[in-house]
T-cell receptor, first 114, second 115 residues
Framework: KNQVEQSPQSLIILEGKNCTLQ??????????LRWYKQDTGRGPVSLTI???SENTKSNGRYTATLDADTKQSSLHITASQLSDSASYIC?????????????WGLGTSLAVNP | GAGVSQSPRYKVAKRGQDVALRCDPISGHVSLFWYQQALGQGPEFLTYFQNEAQLDKSGLPSDRFFAERPEGSVSTLKIQRTQQEDSAVYLC?????????????FGPGTRLTVL
């Protein structure tokens, strides 16, 4: 069964600290992996999209990694800011399908405290 | 505006009422998606349009759900005879092309509460 699991479920850090969120998937065939940020009451916003051949991609203070062999991905946030408080969702796309063949994780809820 | 807009932002319906949710995608975007997001869950795919053609409606939970995009731009998701389990946030997303790794741009969602 295609699944995307994220950990931790929730995380609290102090402003300025770094953190790493984890994503494990059992989606086959694999096409791409995306990280989204979703603020409360808002739609998800795309942070990164990685295909099979990419093992790291950065977007400002966000850096995503992908290990297609172990089927793991991480999202590293550097020098966290209060505005980083949100849910971070890992999404895996299956090969041959477009955006409708996406398997969504449940997200990690991040709270950045002053 | 430059983003995806949805209306209404909030809708309260009595059980059995029909509702219509509107999505205005980014101008020129070919692909349009509807998702249902229950509280504390990730979005669940409902249906997909490529221009005006509804190419995939496999995620629609029942025949009470109907979506259309008659002119290939604005889309409407209609739910007939609403039930309490229909309470959720309904998200619309659009993307400029059809290929597999294009970015989806999400609207703010419509929060539907069925009493």
């Amino acid at each position: 069964k295609n699944q995307v699991e994220q950990s931790p479920q929730s995380l609290i850090i102090l402003e300025g600290k770094n953190c790493t969120l984890q994503c494990n998937y059992t989606v086959s065939p694999f096409s791409n992996l995306r990280w989204y940020k979703q603020d409360t009451g808002r739609g998800p916003v795309s942070l990164t999209i990685m295909t099979f051949s990419e093992n790291t991609k950065s977007n400002g203070r966000y850096t995503a990694t992908l290990d297609a062999d172990t089927k793991q991905s991480s999202l590293h946030i550097t020098a966290s800011q209060l505005s980083d408080s949100a849910s971070y969702i890992c999404v895996v796309g299956t090969r041959g399908g477009n955006n409708r063949k996406l398997i969504w994780g449940l997200g990690t809820s991040l709270a950045v405290n002053p | 505006g430059a983003g995806v807009s949805q209306s209404p932002r909030y809708k309260v319906a009595k059980r059995g009422q029909d509702v219509a949710l509107r999505c205005d995608p980014i101008s020129g975007h070919v692909s349009l998606f509807w998702y249902q997001q229950a509280l504390g869950q990730g979005p669940e795919f409902l249906t997909y349009f490529q221009n005006e053609a509804q190419l995939d409606k496999s995620g629609l939970p029942s025949d009470r759900f109907f979506a259309e995009r008659p002119e290939g731009s604005v889309s409407t998701l209609k739910i007939q005879r609403t039930q309490q389990e229909d309470s959720a946030v309904y998200l619309c997303a659009s993307s400029p092309i059809v290929a597999g790794t294009d970015t989806q741009y999400f609207g703010p969602g419509t929060r539907l509460t069925v009493l």
